[in-house]
């Protein structure tokens, strides 16, 4: 079985050790307490440490982190391979995003590639050649611990409340089809290539729950079709389907990801956070069931400064600026 990754591996061995995760963890700079009021004129202050990383002062070992604003740009950047992951990139993307619930200085995620691709999926020589070993090895275990931590860096994209942008341009295969399909919202280009390969190399389409998201955004025949074939959509046929909300130029790409970033993020991200949860837990329930939650969600929303802010601007005839609380 392979070995977990200690905290030197990630890039923070001079942090305390923190609890794992399965494969690999990140040992994470705590970001300064804070104190709120719990009441308007109060002097009794709850303070408590967020157990996230102070994003303003992160830097990944395994992937390019940038802050403008509050948007957060991150880019998969091995280009001479096409930006593969690996064991080490797949746990401390997952444990970025899993920090990425408590961060209040991060309103929207973009997820880029460099050199002109996305993502190609999972390194061949870096996790599947170990993967072979581990089967030949007999260690169910271990590739069940493996296949558990890519489906938690799924679950961490889906449950943090920053909506996410993938900007996709050239190939975005395997596990890069998943990072794009995990997302809120996906911009290409023509010249994007997503392919759900995992029939090309004996496994399933089910994986990291393709079997689940995809058929939401493209119909379930659509899906089937993606994950029986493996074969691959390019940047028309994937706005056709619907797999990408548009396409842009190559060399707009980034940018444009990135102003609709922007905008999200000058929005009421805390009504974001509320919209994100509802899309996502409202896929296992009835329409009652949906309706209802979304009355207690609305009513929560509406005790929020934001709320308040968008009313009085109407009024005054103003734009709205919003806080996020």
């Known amino acids: ?20 995760h399965g494969w690999a963890h990140v040992n994470w700079p705590m970001a300064d307490r804070r104190g ?5 004129g109060s002097n009794m202050t709850v303070q408590f440490p967020p157990p996230g990383a102070d994003f303003t002062q992160f830097k990944p070992k395994h992937f390019k982190w940038e802050m403008s604003g509050k948007v957060a740009t991150i880019t998969l950047d091995r280009p001479e391979r096409k930006n593969p992951l690996t064991l080490e990139s797949y746990a401390e993307l997952r444990d970025t995003f899993r920090a990425l619930s408590y961060a209040r200085e991060v309103s929207a995620v973009v997820i880029t590639g460099s050199g002109g691709n996305f993502c190609s999926g999972g390194d061949v020589h870096e996790i599947i050649g170990p ?3 581990l089967k030949e090895a007999g260690d169910m275990a271990g590739l069940l611990e493996f296949t558990r931590m890519t489906g938690d860096f799924v679950k961490a994209m889906r449950h943090c409340p920053q909506p996410i942008i993938s900007a996709v341009d050239g190939v975005c295969a395997g596990a890069g089809a998943i990072i794009a399909m995990a997302s809120d919202i996906r911009l290409g280009t023509a010249a994007a290539k997503v392919a759900f390969l995992f029939v090309r190399v004996g496994l399933a389409g089910a994986d990291m729950g393709a079997c689940n998201i995809l058929p939401r955004l493209i119909g379930a025949g659509r899906a089937s079709e993606l994950l029986y074939t493996g074969r691959s959509v390019d940047g028309a046929e994937g706005e056709r389907w619907g797999f990408f909300n548009r396409l842009c130029e190559p060399e707009t790409l980034l940018a444009d990801a990135q102003a609709l970033a922007a905008s999200i993020a000058d929005g009421p991200t805390f009504a974001h956070g509320i919209t994100k949860t509802c899309l996502h837990q ?4 009835g329409i009652d069931e949906s309706i209802e939650a979304e009355a207690q969600a609305q009513a929560i929303c509406m005790q929020t400064e934001d709320y308040s802010r968008a009313y009085h601007a109407f009024v ?6 919003f806080q996020g609380n």
């Not at 079985?1 to 794992?20: F, K, T, V």
């Not at 409202?282 to 329930?285: A, K, V």
């Not at 005054?316 to 600026?321: E, F, N, T, W, Y």
């Open 131 to 133: 993967l072979v070993r």
């Open 316 to 321: 005054a005839k103003q734009r709205p600026v």
């Open 282 to 285: 409202e896929w296992s329930m």
């Open 36 to 40: 709120f009021n719990n009441s308007e």
């Open 1 to 20: 079985m392979l070995e977990s990754l200690d905290a030197s591996d990630l890039g923070h061995s001079n942090l305390p050790p923190a609890p794992r």
